[in-house]
T-cell receptor, first 118, second 115 residues
Framework: AQSVTQLDSQVPVFEEAPVELRCNYS??????LFWYVQYPNQGLQLLLK??????LVKGINGFEAEFNKSQTSFHLRKPSVHISDTAEYFC????????????????FGQGTILTVHP | KAGVTQTPRYLIKTRGQQVTLSCSPI?????VSWYQQTPGQGLQFLFE???????NKGNFPGRFSGRQFSNSRSEMNVSTLELGDSALYLC??????????????FGPGTRLTVL
């Protein structure tokens, strides 16, 4: 079974500092990788996704992530954070099913709460 | 274009009751997925519907069920509610099957509290 591990449950950082949110996944086959953000009392919003191609993926709000197949990682980075980036961030992996009636599923990490202090 | 809408936004039920949650996907989207979010278990996949058929199911008991209508709107039902069913239930829609790598658009969720 595949799993997603977000290595930090909480990350405090000062405004305008860089940040990295770490995500590792376990899978021996090709996967699709996603980062979502959840603001208080809201649903999830897609930040970026990796399907194939370039391993450096750029998303919305200045975020980017790098897919590292050898280390099975997909860390999220932002060079300079703002107060408005305070939210919970989720890494997710989609793995195709074995075929037939199995269409695969999206598995989420436990989330990382990013708190940006002034 | 309207986003994914979920009704109701908040629900309070007592143990043993049943509940029905509704999700209206973005116009033109044919896939609807449901997730349960709790502080302890995080985000867990419940099931996915595409063209009125359940295409995939997570590891939840049979008390959790769903359906999709011809207009792609979806409902999920939880029978014989337990305290542990208290959670935020999120619905997500996408153009095709979620496994095709397409983006899933999430609704704001329904907060269910079981007393």
């Amino acid at each position: 079974a595949q799993s997603v591990t977000q290595l930090d449950s909480q990350v405090p950082v000062f405004e305008e500092a860089p940040v990295e949110l770490r995500c590792n996944y376990s899978s021996s086959v090709s996967v699709y990788l996603f980062w979502y953000v959840q603001y208080p009392n809201q649903g999830l919003q897609l930040l970026l996704k990796y399907l194939s191609g370039s391993t450096l993926v750029k998303g919305i709000n200045g975020f980017e992530a790098e897919f590292n197949k050898s280390q099975t990682s997909f860390h999220l980075r932002k060079p300079s954070v703002h107060i408005s980036d305070t939210a919970e961030y989720f890494c997710a992996v989609w793995k195709d099913g074995a075929g037939g009636t199995s269409y695969g599923k999206l598995t989420f990490g436990q989330g990382t709460i990013l708190t940006v202090h002034p | 274009k309207a986003g994914v809408t979920q009704t109701p936004r908040y629900l309070i039920k007592t143990r043993g009751q049943q509940v029905t949650l509704s999700c209206s996907p973005i116009s033109g989207h044919r896939s609807v997925s449901w997730y349960q979010q709790t502080p302890g278990q995080g985000l867990q996949f419940l099931f996915e519907y595409f063209s009125e058929t359940q295409r995939n199911k997570g590891n939840f008991p049979g008390r959790f069920s769903g359906r999709q209508f011809s207009n792609s709107r979806s409902e999920m039902n939880v029978s014989t509610l337990e305290l542990g069913d208290s959670a935020l239930y999120l619905c997500a829609s996408s153009l095709g099957l979620a496994g095709e790598g397409g983006e899933q658009f999430f609704g704001p969720g329904t907060r269910l509290t079981v007393l």
